[in-house]
């Protein structure tokens, strides 16, 4: 976004921010000459966590009128100005109140401090943000949410982040039962009794998926195989990040049953039946130990909350929704990956699980996709993706291995690839889409091996699909006001975010091309504070961050205020439409938050979209861990692509 020269005189804001920039020291100099500047009612928007040395520099004045070519500075610590300049033009208005918002860019600023945006004729300064190596900025911000995934973990190998204790030891024994269904289109209550069918099956540990303490293998591939793509290129050394990608892949491998061919999908029940007599995970808020503590008989109301009911995927010896499989396969496949250089043995191991659960997808008369029960949790439509992620993944594994079946692997790639291609349901890096990453990996092989026999699909062909990718968003970028890529009436927004943030970074390593550089960044930056809330929707990280997610363990056991007791490196789904809003209300049991009641963020919300930070406000501040995942994912990238 250009080069400037550091300027200093700009004098005139010490009479304008007065005691607001107390906290950061007083605006050398004596206020400029001539009529001093109108009011401007409004607020400084940007990344709180920072901005690299040399990357693209920009907030945003969101006011209630338009605010022209208003002057503004950014100060230091101590107060002095080191950047001036003027407000750039208008890109839109957000609500009814605040009716203008107008970019700041200052990425002539480049060395390495602390600092501040002031405005002038605005009544106060913008959150403190950071200048420095994208290593010390970002590289905290991908160790961080692996605490995360350290309070999710389940079972007896549980760290005491936020107090936690062993839970729901009983999954070692659990009984498996047959697909639940259940009433109405879309809804969540079983319509029948449970029907025990086999077991006892071993399927403690893992990680809860989110909030609750239910187990999905759909989620749980997703967010391993990320977390094993941040291991294997960019954080190798990382014994935390280590022990977290070895504890999922001990869970998915209790979950595949390779002697009977069976996939585990689900462990846990969402929600009860009054009709048939027992509660689900999501009726009874409580500490995940309590579980174990109860003492109940088949019957009772809370049996399935002590004895979890296990689902399969599909019969033992069926085929496997191939969404499952081939992402299954992938996490698997990296782990063999990873493992090769340092247990050969264990590296075998995993291959063989990868390149068994992957021959046992379906893919023809594939039907609806299994991910969870119910589906309407997770409603994925594509599957070619997952099937191309697997394929290259045991492709890349068998190489290191030196096994044979590494060509035949890659030749299914290109097919699957270009099955993913040409089908209906392709979208940018989320949960539902791994074609992102399949495709990373894919050119990377294929570049080794150009023009080989019985490849269907071209280097170039996948990345301008990266390209399509990334231009789903870069586009309603161009013309939504704060540069957000994402539409805040949907779900998952920070996640999705992520994901344009990472893919951006991923493309740049791969091309070369710098032509979404600046895109990237703009992803990161609304994620993290240059939003129209003001809020970073990563838990611990910025100045503002939620304090109120609807998290049973961070509700229960840490601090309701942003103190130093809170579930850090999480990120939840941030703003959503208003419609989802409606009929919320506080678990029983849950501790109230926020404390004073205040809903600080009304202002700020559009008709159609809300963002809240109260335990009740799932649809906004429930995290999880494939969100979580993504985040680790972009950080990672952004401290280690150079600028």
């Not at 250009?2 to 009479?15: D, I, P, T």
């Not at 994208?134 to 936020?162: C, E, I, M, S, Y």
């Not at 869970?251 to 069976?262: A, C, G, I, Y």
Request: proline share 5%.
């Amino acid at each position: 976004m250009g080069h400037w020269r550091f300027r200093s005189g700009y004098r005139s804001l010490v009479a304008i921010v007065g005691a607001a920039l107390l906290a950061v020291g007083p605006v050398t100099g004596s206020p400029a000459a001539g009529a001093a500047p109108r009011t401007i009612h409004g607020v400084v928007r940007l990344d709180q966590v920072g901005y690299a040395i040399g990357e693209a520099k920009r907030a945003f004045l969101m006011a209630e009128a338009p605010a022209g070519a208003a002057r503004f500075a950014v100060v230091d610590d101590a107060g002095r100005t080191v950047l001036t300049g003027r407000v750039g033009r208008r890109t839109g208005g957000w609500n009814g109140r605040y009716r203008a918002v107008h970019p700041i860019d200052f990425s002539a600023l480049r060395r390495p401090g602390r600092y501040r945006v002031v405005v002038d004729g605005l009544a106060g300064a913008s959150p403190a943000f950071r200048v420095a190596t994208r290593h010390d900025l970002f590289g905290k911000l991908a160790d961080d949410t692996v605490q995360f995934f350290q309070v999710q973990r389940d079972g007896a190998q549980v760290p005491r982040r936020l107090d936690r204790k062993p839970s729901h030891l009983t999954d070692r024994h659990a009984t498996v039962y047959a697909t639940p269904v259940f009433e109405g289109d879309g809804g969540d209550v079983p319509a029948a009794p449970l029907k025990p069918v086999g077991g006892p099956v071993d399927v403690e540990g893992g990680w809860f998926d989110a909030g609750d303490f239910v187990k999905f293998t759909h989620a749980t591939a997703y967010s391993v195989a990320e977390l094993l793509l941040v291991q294997r290129g960019l954080h190798r050394e990382d014994h935390a990040l280590a022990a977290e990608t070895r504890h999922g892949l001990r869970w998915l491998d209790k979950v595949w049953d390779e002697r009977h061919k069976v996939l585990y999908a689900q462990v846990g029940l969402g929600t009860g039946s009054e009709r048939f007599g027992f509660v689900g995970d999501h009726d009874v808020w409580r500490l995940p130990e309590a579980d174990d503590a109860l003492r109940v008989r088949p019957g009772d109301a809370e049996y399935f909350i002590k004895y979890r009911p296990v689902f399969r995927a599909a019969p033992p010896g069926a085929r496997i929704s191939p969404n499952l499989a081939g992402r299954v396969a992938a996490a698997f496949a990296l782990g063999a990956q990873v493992e090769a250089q340092r247990d050969h043995q264990r590296a075998r191991v995993l291959l063989r699980a990868a390149a068994s659960v992957f021959a046992m997808a379906r893919t023809s008369r594939v039907g609806e996709l299994v991910t969870a029960y119910p589906h309407a949790y997770y409603p994925e439509d594509s599957w070619q993706d997952d099937m191309e992620f697997g394929a290259v993944e045991l492709a890349l594994a068998a190489r290191r291995l030196h096994d044979r079946r590494a060509a035949g692997w890659l030749r299914a790639a290109t097919h699957w690839a270009r099955a993913y291609l040409g089908s209906d349901n392709r979208e940018a890096l989320n949960l539902y889409d791994t074609s992102a990453l399949a495709h990373v990996d894919l050119v990377r092989a294929l570049r080794r091996i150009p023009g080989a026999p019985g490849f269907e699909v071209s280097p170039g062909a996948l990345v301008a699909d990266l390209r399509r990718q990334l231009e789903t968003g870069a586009g309603p970028a161009r013309e939504e006001p704060f540069g957000s890529a994402v539409d805040v009436t949907q779900f998952d927004a920070a996640t999705r975010t992520f994901g344009y943030a990472a893919t951006a970074r991923m493309y740049r390593r791969l091309t070369g091309d710098r032509s979404y550089d600046a895109f990237a960044t703009s992803q990161r930056n609304w994620a993290l504070g240059a939003n129209a809330w003001g809020t970073s929707f990563v838990i611990g990280e910025g100045t503002v961050f939620p304090h109120c997610p609807q998290h049973q363990v961070a509700n229960l056991a840490g601090s309701l205020t942003g103190g130093r007791n809170v579930l850090v490196g999480a990120v939840v789904n941030g703003p959503n439409g208003a419609e989802n809003f409606e009929d919320i209300g506080i678990p029983d049991g849950a501790r109230a938050c926020p404390v004073d009641g205040r809903n600080r963020y009304a202002a700020f919300d559009r008709p159609d979209a809300r963002y809240l930070d109260d335990v009740r406000a799932w649809p906004s501040v429930e995290p999880a861990i494939d969100f979580t995942s993504t985040g680790m994912l972009a950080f990672a990238l952004a401290a280690t692509t150079r600028g």
